[in-house]
């Protein structure tokens, strides 16, 4: 599945992010985590098409329906890129429906409990401290386990679960990305392991912060992962390298 981006009109890309941005498009009050997951982000379009219109927007001003900071334009073709599940309803683009199953967690537990008959967290009690990469493209591609690291915002890359549990993780992805019709991008389940058994926490729609260890342990990353499936470019294997705390 790929589509050459060249000889096209201009093109924008629309970062949408949960922080403070200026008129000129600058971080004003992002976390070091949110700043670290938009630099991933544009090092990855910009690999691509290093002329690409690159546009960072906070989620704060779409909640005004008269919002200037973006609009559609039939002349730029614009790929939205949101970097967080907090979008009002009315906000339209491609992955909207995605983002807004995922951003219904209660639904998405029932869900799983109901029809794959797994345990899920309970409000905020056994909230998942491990995250399966899910990259679909043409198929799914599922990435190595990535565990809590020992400090706030540190993550392990890979982390090794039990074989049997692996299996019944990605048969639960597999159902539950099926289920909700996903999108061409890069996802990440949240669980927990209790007692042996796979708790389900949430389904997030974009590489969320657990994504950064991946700059330092493969190749590629989560966040060119989801640039390549967003733009339809084809993804060659994925590669591992030794696990590196961010």
Request: with cysteine.
């Amino acid at each position: 599945m790929t589509k050459s981006h060249n000889g096209r009109g201009m093109e924008k890309v629309v970062i949408i992010i949960n922080a403070e941005v200026s008129d000129q498009g600058q971080l004003l009050s992002a976390s070091p985590v949110t700043q670290k997951m938009v630099e991933a982000l544009q090092s990855s379009i910009l690999e691509t098409l290093p002329s690409r219109m690159i546009e960072i927007v906070s989620a704060a001003t779409l909640w005004s329906k008269n919002s200037k900071n973006i609009k559609r334009d039939t002349i730029i073709d614009t790929i939205y890129c949101p970097l967080t599940i907090q979008l009002p309803d009315y906000f339209d683009f491609p992955q909207r429906k995605i983002y807004a199953a995922c951003k219904d967690i209660n639904s998405r537990r029932r869900w799983v409990e109901k029809n794959l008959g797994f345990k899920t967290s309970v409000g905020d009690s056994w909230l998942g401290h491990l995250w399966l990469p899910i990259v679909v493209t043409d198929g799914l591609v599922f990435g190595e386990i990535i565990g809590e690291g020992p400090m706030p915002n540190s993550y392990e890359h890979p982390v090794a679960i039990p074989k049997r549990q692996q299996q019944s993780l990605h048969s639960l992805a597999e159902q539950l990305i099926d289920s909700l019709e996903a999108t061409p991008g890069t996802y990440l389940l949240q669980f927990s392991l209790y007692n042996g058994e796979i708790v389900f926490d949430r389904l997030w729609p974009f590489p969320a912060a657990p994504a950064l260890i991946t700059l330092k342990t493969q190749q590629p990353d989560l966040f060119t992962c989801h640039w390549h499936c967003l733009t339809e470019q084809p993804i060659s294997k994925i590669n591992i390298s030794d696990a590196m705390p961010i």
